[in-house]
């Protein structure tokens, strides 16, 4: 049996400034995308330009953290935000959901594309493939913080938090970073490979991390503000399975109706 090692959430402070483990996990998400981003352009996988990645990043940063917070009070805590609004702004604290994230980002790609020119589906297939690592990394975050515990069980490998309890539970945060991160990046970039028709890529985006998440779920312990939810579903499922479904529909769609994939503006 393991016991999570407790790290201080601080990684080191200068003066009255304290900087987090969880922001520099978003800080390397970030920057993993903007390497693999300018790795991709670099070999003509996209028509992007390395100042439109530039661009685009700094778009989807804001997505990110403001669809992610509000996705989180939305699906999660709106009771307890409603009776302490300002919490809202204390990011530092966690409280971030990727569902929210997903859906900031996607108007932050709507709004780039709008303004340059672009299919939105260039810049969707172009993000996709990106976006598995800083998953991993904010996993990595969450493991640190020791926070989103897994459920009890008995496996060999089950890790004690004692911040939390003296049970034995999974280390889910890790199963995630090998599923939603690892795993679905060598997916989708496997996928993204070769020119796709539009859509397509996005699609395997959209089934792999729903898939991954789905699974995962049944190993992490539910909210306990939520609970399990009809079906003995937990939140992060039911809203998982909607990905699921809009990505086979994307697929399908993309198959039925090919046009051209990244290569076009």
Request: hydrophobic residues 50%; contains cysteine; aromatic residues 14%.
């Amino acid at each position: 049996m393991l016991v999570h090692p407790q790290f201080d959430p601080i990684a080191f402070q200068i003066g009255p400034l304290a900087v987090r483990w969880y922001g520099l996990m978003y800080l390397l998400a970030f920057t993993l995308v903007l390497v693999l981003g300018r790795w991709r352009i670099a070999r003509g996988l996209t028509k992007l330009t390395a100042r439109d990645l530039d661009d685009l990043l700094f778009f989807g940063m804001l997505g990110t953290i403001v669809g992610g917070r509000l996705g989180y009070v939305l699906f999660y805590k709106a009771g307890h935000y409603l009776q302490h609004p300002l919490d809202l702004f204390k990011v530092w604290e966690g409280g971030m959901a990727f569902h929210g994230g997903l859906i900031g980002v996607i108007v932050a790609m709507l709004i780039f594309a709008r303004r340059r020119g672009f299919t939105f589906w260039t810049i969707a297939d172009f993000v996709a493939p990106l976006v598995p690592t800083g998953l991993a990394a904010g996993r990595m975050g969450n493991f640190i913080n020791g926070e989103l515990w897994g459920r009890p069980t008995d496996v060999p490998w089950a890790m004690v938090f004692p911040q939390h309890d003296a049970l034995p539970r999974h280390p889910s945060q890790l199963y995630e970073v090998l599923g939603e991160g690892v795993l679905l990046f060598i997916l989708v970039w496997w996928f993204a490979r070769r020119p796709r028709p539009a859509g397509a890529v996005s699609g395997v985006f959209l089934i792999g991390y729903g898939i991954a998440r789905f699974c995962v779920e049944f190993t992490r312990e539910p909210d306990d503000f939520l609970g399990l939810l009809a079906g003995g579903l937990s939140m992060g499922q039911w809203l998982s399975l909607p990905m699921i479904a809009f990505g086979i529909g994307i697929l399908i769609w993309s198959r039925r109706n090919p046009r051209p994939g990244p290569l076009a503006a």
